[in-house]
Nanobody, 119 residues
Framework: VQLQASGGGLVEAGGSLRLSCSAS????????MSWYRQAPGKERELVAR???????KYGDSVKGRFAISRDNAKHTVNLRMNSLEPEDTGVYYC??????????????WGQGTLVTVSS
């Protein structure tokens, strides 16, 4: 299974970006899909998570500004980021819990996409 992320870039503070991640390969189904980020010198942190049923969870610092969504049929997850702040700068990684065959779970990371927010 491969996760391919896209959509990062340079944006001014207050701007918006949309990240996308597509899963491909041997997939029976996908449970949780998530976005994490890692800022320079900091640990990787959860940004947002969405279950297969559409329940969402957000990191405290992005609540009200970011929105996660997914398309189960296309095995994709998106992250809409509004009101971006310089503190949102980092490498964003998608993550998926995949049922590769019935009742056989595996976890995968995408390659990361860089988001830079200038002040």
């Amino acid at each position: 299974v491969q996760l391919q992320a896209s959509g990062g870039g340079l944006v001014e503070a207050g701007g918006s970006l949309r990240l996308s991640c597509s899963a491909s390969g041997s997939i029976f189904s996908i449970n949780d899909m998530s976005w994490y980020r890692q800022a320079p010198g900091k640990e990787r942190e959860l940004v947002a998570r969405i279950t297969s049923g559409g329940f969402t969870k957000y990191g405290d610092s992005v609540k009200g500004r970011f929105a996660i969504s997914r398309d189960n049929a296309k095995h994709t997850v998106n992250l809409r980021m509004n009101s971006l702040e310089p503190e949102d700068t980092g490498v964003y990684y998608c993550h998926a819990e995949v049922e590769v065959t019935l009742n056989s779970l595996a976890w995968f990371w995408g390659q990361g996409t860089l988001v830079t927010v200038s002040s």
